[in-house]
C-alpha cells in the first residue's frame, strides 16, 4: 500500500476510535462492571464495538505495513500527529486510570497521602467515575506523578480540566519522545524515521497514551530525553548528571523507569569499559537519577509508600502476563485430577526472581554491547515477567527499542496484538478469555524457553577447525 494511502487509512481508523469513544468510551457515567456481553446488548453496542475493531484494525494495518519504509521523519511525524487530533478531542479511550488519578490528586491536595489511604477515604467527589477495585487501594505512582496531580486538581477543582490537563502532560511526553528519539536512533545506527514512525504512530499510542491520558507517556519521554542526554555527552560530567536526573523524573512518575539507569551508566563511559570508566562516568548518572528520586519524595512530604503499591498490580488476574498465565494453567491441569491449587504466588515470585536474575546478565553483557539496546531489553523483561500486564506498558521497551533495535518484527507485533486486548470502554478482553488464554500464553512461555536453551547451547559450542 502507497505511503500517502496508509496515512488516509490510520486517520480514517483514528476516527472511527474517536466515535466508538463518544459513543461508549471510558465515560465518567459509564459501566463499571461491563462485559462484552453487556456492551453489545447496550445502547449502540454493535456499532460500538464495530468501530472500536475497525478503527483499531485500519490504525494497526497502517502502522504495521509501514513500519520499515518511513519516507521521512517529517512525515512520520506529521502522519502520526494527524493520527492523534481525533483522539485528542475524544473521551477517554480503554482505560479509567485518568479518573483515579483526578481522585489521588484530589487526597493530596487535601492533605491525604494516596500511598498510606485509598481514594474512598477523603471521599474524592468523582468516586463514582473509578473502578470498584482501585477505590481502596493506594497509588502505585511516584512521587513527581502524586505532586502534579495534586497540583492539577488544585489548580482545576473540576473533573473535566483535570483530564484536559492529564492529557496535556501525555502530550508534553509523547513530544518530548518526538524530540529526543532521533538522538538515540542516531546513536545507534538506526534510521529517525523508522523510530518515531514505531513509537509514535502505533495504536497504543493514541488510545492509550494520548486518549486515555496515561503518565506513562510522561514517563516515557522523560526517560527517553535522560537517555538522549546521556549518550550525547558520554564522558563528561554535567551533561551525565543533566541525564540522571531526567531519567529520576522519570522514575518519579513511574518507578519502573530506573531499571535503565545501570545501562545508562554503560553508555555514559567515554572510551571502552573499565571499571574505573563506570566509577568515573556512571556515578553522574546513577547519583543524578536516585537523588532526584529521593528529593521528589522528600519535596512531597511522603514516604517510599509508592513501593508497596507497586504490589497491587496482583489483584488483576489476566494471562496477558506470562507468569500469571503459568499459574492459571497450573491451576486448570490440577483441577483435572479434582486438586485445588493456587500456583499463582509461587510462579508470580519465579517471574520476580528470573527477572532479577536477567537483568543482571543483561547489564552484564552490556559492557562490551550495545547499552542502550540492552536497556530496551531489560524493559521488555520488567514487562513480561511482571505479574500485570496492561497493553500500554509495552510502549516502554517499544519506544527504546524502536530507536536501539535492527529487527523490529517482534516486538512491533507485540504492541499490534495488544492494540486488541482492551475494548473501547476499558473492558479488558483478558478476564473473559481465561481459557484458552492462559493455557496458549503457558504454551508460548515454553516454546520461547526451548528455544532461548537451544540458542545458548548452540552458542557456547566451539567453532569448527579447519
Known amino acids: 500500500m502507497p505511503h500517502h494511502l496508509s ?45 472500536w475493531l475497525l478503527g483499531t484494525a485500519l490504525m494497526g494495518w497502517a ?30 479511550l480503554g482505560s479509567r486510570d485518568v479518573y483515579a488519578y483526578t481522585c489521588q490528586g484530589a487526597s493530596y491536595a487535601a492533605g491525604i497521602s494516596p500511598y498510606e489511604h ?22 502505585p505512582y511516584g512521587p513527581l506523578f502524586v505532586m502534579l496531580s495534586g497540583a492539577i486538581v488544585g489548580a482545576t477543582g473540576s473533573l473535566y480540566a ?33 523510530a518515531l514512525w514505531l513509537a509514535l504512530a502505533s495504536p497504543l499510542v493514541g488510545v492509550h497514551l494520548v486518549s486515555g491520558a496515561h503518565n506513562d507517556a510522561l514517563m516515557v519521554g522523560l526517560l527517553v530525553a535522560g537517555l538522549a542526554v546521556v549518550v550525547s555527552r558520554p564522558g563528561r560530567f554535567w551533561p551525565l548528571l543533566a541525564g540522571g536526573v531526567l531519567l529520576g523524573l522519570a522514575g518519579g512518575v513511574k518507578v519502573t523507569a530506573l531499571v535503565t539507569v545501570p545501562f545508562a551508566a554503560l553508555a555514559a563511559i ?16 546513577v547519583g543524578g537519577a536516585f ?84 536497556a530496551g531489553l531489560a524493559l521488555a523483561a520488567t514487562v513480561a515477567l511482571a505479574p500485570l500486564f496492561h497493553p500500554w506498558y509495552w510502549m516502554w521497551p517499544l519506544t527504546v527499542l524502536a530507536a536501539t533495535a535492527h529487527r523490529t518484527g517482534w516486538f512491533s507485533l507485540v504492541a499490534l496484538v495488544s492494540s486488541f486486548l ?35 547451547r548452540v552458542a557456547r559450542r566451539p567453532a569448527p577447525v579447519d
Not at 521523519?73 to 492523534?84: D, K, M
Not at 485509598?118 to 497509588?139: E, F, N, Q
Not at 508534553?172 to 524515521?193: E, H, K
Open 291 to 374: 537523588a532526584t528520586v529521593i528529593g521528589a519524595t522528600l519535596v512531597a512530604g511522603l514516604n517510599f509508600g509508592w513501593i508497596s503499591g507497586l504490589e497491587q498490580g496482583s489483584l488483576v488476574v489476566a494471562w496477558t502476563s506470562p507468569p500469571t498465565a503459568v499459574g492459571q494453567t497450573a491451576g486448570y491441569v490440577a483441577a483435572l485430577f479434582g486438586a485445588h491449587v493456587d500456583a499463582l504466588p509461587v510462579t508470580r515470585a519465579i517471574g520476580v526472581l528470573v527477572l532479577a536474575v536477567l537483568l543482571v546478565w543483561l547489564w552484564w553483557r552490556a559492557r562490551t554491547r550495545d547499552p542502550l539496546w540492552h
Open 7 to 51: 496515512r488516509w487509512v490510520g486517520l480514517a481508523g483514528s476516527v472511527l476510535l474517536a466515535v466508538a469513544a463518544y459513543l461508549g468510551g471510558a465515560l465518567p457515567d459509564g459501566d463499571l462492571r461491563p462485559t462484552p456481553v453487556s456492551i453489545w446488548q447496550g445502547r449502540h453496542g454493535p456499532l460500538i464495538l464495530a468501530a
Open 63 to 92: 502502522w504495521w505495513t509501514l513500519r520499515e519504509r518511513v519516507p521521512s521523519a517529517r512525515w512520520a511525524l506529521v502522519t502520526a500527529g494527524l493520527w492523534l487530533i481525533p483522539l485528542l478531542v475524544a473521551p477517554p
Open 162 to 194: 483535570s483530564i484536559a490537563l492529564f492529557r496535556l502532560a501525555a502530550v508534553i511526553g509523547v513530544g518530548l519522545t518526538a524530540a529526543f528519539l532521533p538522538v538515540l536512533a542516531r546513536r545507534c545506527g538506526v534510521p529517525g524515521s523508522r
Open 118 to 139: 485509598g481514594v474512598s477515604v477523603l471521599p474524592c467527589p468523582w468516586l463514582d467515575t473509578i473502578s470498584y477495585i482501585w477505590r481502596d487501594t493506594p497509588a
Open 422 to 456: 482492551v475494548l473501547a470502554d476499558g473492558t479488558g478482553l483478558a478476564r473473559y478469555t481465561k481459557f484458552p488464554g492462559a493455557p496458549l500464553m503457558t504454551l508460548f512461555v515454553i516454546v520461547v524457553a526451548v528455544r532461548l536453551v537451544r540458542s545458548a
Open 270 to 285: 567515554s572510551g571502552p569499559y573499565s571499571v574505573r570508566g563506570l566509577l568515573r562516568d556512571g556515578a553522574p548518572v
